[in-house]
């Protein structure tokens, strides 16, 4: 069975999901964590996103993003 269509009204909120292939680690270390996360901040910035929420694990990362 066919999901619906994504809405992508102004305002909605999004669940992004960012996996490593394989399940492999998409951070190695405290470093490459702060690394992310930094990178992350500008992004959002830069773009006017808003991060209400975020997860970030050794093989994939949750955000709720507007």
Do not use: C
Not at 19 to 29: N, S, Y
């Amino acid at each position: 069975m066919p999901r619906g269509a994504r809405l992508d009204a102004p305002g909605t909120l999004h669940h992004v999901i960012v996996r490593g292939i394989e399940k492999r680690k998409i951070v190695k270390d405290n470093q490459d964590r702060q690394h992310f996360v930094s990178r992350m901040g500008r992004v959002a910035t830069k773009t006017e996103t808003s991060i209400y929420a975020w997860a970030l694990m050794k093989n994939h990362a949750h955000f709720l993003v507007r």
